[in-house]
């Protein structure tokens, strides 16, 4: 549906918006001269919708109040086709940062934009695309990227994706970008303190005023911190000519806020804290720096209003886990950014928060620690982890009193508790009728959290390679803190797809670093085995993977080393044999550490151990393309050199490999296939 003028001016009241109305084109009156030097983070824009669409611009003063620039709107470049100017405000309360929603625009259409002080001095010129109505078939094409650690590497993902894109055809080129999280990094290094990470040089970023230090990392605590990482990043020329070509579509991940902290809890290293004033700065400044269709607590899009609030212990939790202190309550809900973008015939794109109203992590519970082995490098009993997760709902209801591993027993911590949930029960409602009721051809959920199950099956581990071997006939999974191990929360959603005869259902998600390409089931062998819909991981655009880790971490002589890293004599860097034991298992990752010979290793490949996976690379950079149409979502990765430095080259420089899975629409009741295709390059041990 499209607004006119009086609905679209009353839907824009309840965001409290600037607001500027598309009209009649003529030739811009403004007196615009460029000056970058005083829009020093450049512009963007954000949440594009068939009418309308938030632009955003940091224009600082030396002194404080409120100072008004001219936002305008062509349908050229050169704008001499203005379809829209109005005031946008900007003020020290909002760190000089603007955002105005402009409406009355025509969908799927690409205009300009850009921002004039009172002077005449301008901001860069912006490009930015309105989403086709809801019922165009065309095909709807975008990017999914997260994890740009831009204090230890430099976005030449961004430099590819617009390289390519300004050579595609207008049909091909993409509409926006879904950015799932870790835009920054809240844990700074200075490089005078650290000079390298890994192979890495530690680039200047920001100096944090009034926070913690954590080893060596520097940690915003107040608004100002935080501002201070967002300026940072937003310096970068790679980042700012990104926002300046797409809308973005952001959620958060853990960086925006605390390293391993979850609603209003800080963690960075050492021991929780209460942090509500951090969590209302931290949600402050994502609102401050991220175009979105969101609601402050001040009902206005030109400032925040941030709540007051205190950091007090939370000593009280709901049945869902959702910490009762008022002010905890107060600072997560302090922004809502869990929301869905309709985007054409084809794409519903539900997008959540998996942080701030998620519970403990299962694995954190009294005495786990001690059915644990840590010789196996993070293994831990696939059986335990799933009572864990499910609480009193393991077992149909029935939940073992205890936990055991090998000769191990621990009473079971989680058997009166209710299930684990990362959603939150309030967000879960939200979107699962979201889900129940969508109408596109594709059902997308966008969630920073991978949902594939990261397993191994460390008993064909020989007796020699480890002191005490891992009891038959149980696999072991890895990290605990995504929806690879959300068993009973994931299971409720794919249940629901299933019941529901729900098609086009997929999953595009981030923050591990490493590319990954599935299918969605709620059960792995022995357990039925029933896809309901197709899952991605992307790759970080920068952050280190487990693999620079282990290059770095494991020694040459660890007994486990074969299992992740294959030494190539005369080789520079051994390849990643972590990848086939994850998707073949141990076997074939120990034959290929040994032979080197690829289909004698994939020979041996358990069957059991990984039938949801079809893809997965531990060491990748870079992003990923989707396009979908009525028929099929084809998701290309595109995979880049570790990004250590800036690439000059107008294309970002080489790639990897371009890998694209394709996944035919499939009726009810039917299990989703992928089809894969090398474009060009070598996945290594991927496959």
Known sequence: MTLNRRQFVQAAATLGAALAWGGRAAASKTKWRERRDLFPEGVASGDPEPDSVILWTRRPFDSGGRRMLTVEVAEDPAFRRVVAAAPAPVSDASDWTSRVLVGGLRPARVYWYRFT????????????????????????????????????????????????????????????????????????????????????????VARIENGMKVRDFHVPLTVGGYRAVWQGYLADPDLQDARARWPFVCIWDNHEFSWQGRQSIVQAGGDPQPGQTVKVAANQAWFEFIPARVSPPSGSLAEFGPPPVNNVKIERWDDNDLGQEPNNLTAIRSLIAYRALRYGRHLDLMITDQHS????????????????????????????????????????????????????????PRKGLAPRTILGAEQKAWFTQRLKTSTATWKIWANSYGALDQRVDPEHIPAEMVATPWPVNTFAMLGSNDYGSAYHERGEIYDLVRDERITGFGIVS????????????????????????????????????????????????????????????????????????????????????????????????????????????????GFAKVRLDGEAMRTEFVCIPRPVTRSEAPD???????????????????????????????PGLSI
């Open 652 to 682: 970002g420089g080489p790639l990897r490999y371009r890998v694209a899975h394709t996944a035919r629409l499939w009726r009810a009741g039917e299990r989703p296939r992928l089809q894969q295709e090398v474009i060009e390059g070598d």
């Open 357 to 412: 109203f998620c519970g403990a992590d299962p694995t954190d519970a009294e005495g786990v620690g001690k059915i644990y082995d840590p010789s196996f490098n993070g293994m831990f009993s696939e059986p335990a982890m799933i009572a864990l997760d499910a609480g009193r709902a393991a077992n149909r209801g029935k939940p073992p009193a205890e936990l055991s591993f090998r000769d191990a027993t621990i009473p079971n």
């Open 117 to 204: 002080d009172a002077h005449g001095n301008g901001s860069r010129i912006g490009r930015t695309i309105t989403a086709p109505r809801r019922d165009d078939p065309r095909p709807v094409s975008f990017t999914f990227v997260s994890c740009q650690s831009l204090n230890e590497g430099k976005l030449n993902g961004y430099r590819r994706m617009i390289y390519e894109d300004e050579r595609a055809p207008a049909a091909e080129q993409i509409g926006f970008v879904l950015h799932l999280g870790d835009f920054i990094y809240e844990v700074v290094q200075y490089p005078e303190e650290v000079k390298t990470r890994y192979d890495r040089t530690i680039y200047e």
């Open 510 to 621: 981030g923050d591990r670093h490493s590319f990954w390409a599935g299918y969605a089931a709620a059960q792995l062998p022995p357990g039925k085995f029933e896809p309901v819909g197709v899952s991605f991981v992307g790759a970080s655009l920068i952050s280190p993977g487990a693999m620079e880790s282990f290059e770095h971490r494991l020694k040459p002589d660890a007994k486990l080393r074969p299992l992740y890293l294959a030494d190539r004599p005369g080789a520079a860097r051994p390849d990643w044999s972590y990848n086939m034991l994850l998707r073949h298992g141990v076997r074939s990752a120990i034959e290929y550490a040994k032979s080197f010979d690829l289909e004698k290793a994939r020979a041996l490949s358990n069957p059991a151990l990984a039938p949801h996976l079809e893809f997965v690379d531990m060491g990748a950079h």
